[in-house]
C-alpha cells in the first residue's frame, strides 16, 4: 500500500532543491516496491497473516514514536477505531488478497488509482468541487483500469477476476482513510491518529490472521519475514514519517507527483523479479491511468 496520510497545509516551504527530489525519489521508490515485496511475501504465507506480521513490526515501533506526544482523547476513540478498521481491516487486507489474483505489475499499476478516489470521496464528504477536467481524468484513468485488468499477465502468475476486483477495493478503502483522516487529524495531530488508527487496525486483524495462520499451512522463509520486515519498516513506518517531511518543505501538488513514480518503480521491479512483460494493450492501460491521474490530481495555477 501506498501509506499517504494528510498533512496541515504550511505556509512556507523550500524549493524543490537536489536534496528535496532526493527525498521524493526515494520514497517513490520505497512506496513503489510495496506490491513486488507482498508479492514475495505471499509465497510462502497467507494474506491476513503477512499482513499481521507487517503490522506486528510496524505498531511497536510507531508506539514508541509517539512517547511524549499528546494522547488520543477517548472520545475520538471510536472514530479513530473505526478509521483504523477501514484502512488497515479492509484497503491492506484487500490489497494483500488483491495482489494474489494479479501480477505484480497489474497490482501496482492498480494501487496507483487510489488519488483518483480521494477525489470523488473529497468531492463528497468535504465538498470541493470536481472540474471537468478532473471528471475527464477520472473518466480516463477507470477507462486505464479496464485495459490494465483485461491485458496484466505474466510469466509466473495470471490475473484473474478478483484480484483487480479486491485491489479497487482496497483502492477505495484507503482513499476514504486519507479523505476522513483530514478531519480526524485537523482535530488530534496527524501522528496521533495515524499511530492508534494503525494500533486499532492491527488488534481488529488479529484473530482473523490468527484464524487462517491456525487453519492454513505456511512457512516462515526468509524471503516472506524480509517481506513484512519491509512492508512494516520501510513501507509503513519510514515511508509515513519521509512524507511528512517531504509534505513541510515542498508544495503539496509537487509533492503529489510521487504518486506517477510509484508505479514506474513497481513495473520495474515487477519485470525484474516475476519476469512480468508489458504487452502493446497494458502500456495503454498505464497511460490512460497515468494520465487520467494528472488531470485528476493537478491543482489549478493561481491566477
Not at 488483491?98 to 505484480?104: D, F, I, L, R
Not at 525484474?272 to 489549478?300: E, Y
Request: hydrophobic fraction near 55%; glycine fraction near 10%.
Amino acid at each position: 500500500m501506498t501509506d499517504t496520510p494528510q498533512a496541515p497545509a504550511l505556509s512556507a516551504r523550500q524549493p524543490v532543491d537536489t536534496r528535496n527530489l532526493s527525498a521524493m525519489l526515494l520514497l517513490a521508490l520505497m512506496w513503489g516496491l510495496s506490491i513486488p515485496v507482498t508479492k514475495l511475501g505471499l509465497v510462502t504465507m497467507p494474506p491476513l497473516t503477512l499482513t499481521a506480521f507487517r503490522f506486528a513490526v510496524a505498531v511497536p515501533i510507531l508506539l514508541a514514536l509517539a512517547v511524549g506526544k499528546a494522547g488520543l482523547p477517548w472520545k475520538a476513540v471510536p472514530a479513530v477505531a473505526m478509521l483504523g478498521i477501514i484502512g488497515i481491516g479492509v484497503g491492506q487486507v484487500a490489497q494483500t488478497y488483491g495482489v494474489t489474483g494479479t501480477s505484480a505489475s497489474v497490482g501496482t499499476i492498480l494501487s496507483a488509482t487510489i488519488p483518483l478516489f480521494i477525489v470523488l470521496f473529497a468531492a463528497i464528504r468535504l465538498r470541493q468541487s470536481v472540474s471537468p477536467r478532473q471528471l475527464a481524468g477520472v473518466g480516463a484513468a477507470f477507462a486505464g483500469i479496464i485495459v490494465v485488468a483485461n491485458a496484466g499477465g505474466s510469466a509466473g502468475s495470471t490475473t484473474t477476476f478478483y484480484g483487480p476486483a479486491f485491489m479497487l477495493l482496497s483502492a477505495l478503502a484507503v482513499a476514504f482513510y486519507y479523505v476522513w483522516s483530514v478531519e480526524l487529524t485537523a482535530r488530534y495531530g496527524t501522528v496521533v491518529v495515524v499511530v492508534w488508527s494503525t494500533t486499532f487496525g492491527f488488534l481488529a486483524l488479529l484473530p482473523f490472521a490468527g484464524f487462517e495462520a491456525y487453519n492454513t499451512p505456511f512457512e516462515i522463509t526468509a524471503t516472506a519475514l524480509g517481506a513484512a520486515i519491509y512492508l512494516g519498516v520501510v513501507v509503513t513506518v519510514a515511508g509515513l514519517f519521509l512524507w511528512l517531511d517531504i509534505l513541510k518543505r515542498v508544495p503539496a501538488p509537487v509533492a503529489a507527483s510521487v504518486q506517477y513514480l510509484q508505479p514506474v518503480f513497481g513495473i520495474i521491479a515487477s519485470s525484474l523479479i516475476f519476469g512480468d512483460s508489458m504487452g502493446t494493450l497494458f502500456a495503454v492501460g498505464v497511460v490512460l491511468i497515468l494520465g487520467g491521474l494528472a488531470l485528476a490530481i493537478r491543482q489549478p495555477r493561481p491566477v
